[in-house]
């Protein structure tokens, strides 16, 4: 296996496939963006935007390592548009929550992308 069990799906139908199962396992009231990673053809960015007050949006890159095992890395934390510090207990706490959510999508997903 290893190197060689790598996705064997279009990078483009893996966003669209992204892009409805992410939304059920997020909050509900969370959004989330998924598109194709142009450096990476292995890869998705996903943004999710926190419903409420706090109006934080988390941008993160999913490389697929293989065609079950995904790596999810913090981009960028924006808060009303303007980028935050991402150290703090609050935004430590809401990303590892998204990563979870992540890695259970890609779970979700495996019918798809491990053949």
């Known amino acids: 296996m290893g190197q060689y069990d790598e996705l064997q ?3 483009q139908q893996l966003a669209s496939a992204w892009s409805s199962t992410l939304p059920t396992t997020i909050n509900e009231a969370d959004q989330a963006e998924v598109w194709p990673d142009e ?3 292995n890869a998705l960015r996903v943004t999710i935007h926190t419903a409420g007050h706090q109006d934080y949006s988390f941008d993160f890159k999913v490389g697929y390592m293989d065609s079950r095992e995904v790596q999810v890395e913090l981009i960028d934390v924006e808060k ?3 980028s935050v ?5 609050t935004i430590q706490q ?3 929550d998204y990563k979870r959510h992540i890695h259970e999508c890609a779970q979700a997903l495996q019918s798809i992308t491990h053949h």
Do not use: K, S, W, Y
């Open 9 to 11: 799906i279009d990078q």
């Open 85 to 89: 510090d991402e150290r703090t207990d």
């Open 94 to 96: 809401l990303a590892l």
């Open 39 to 41: 450096a990476d053809p």
């Open 80 to 82: 009303a548009g303007q």
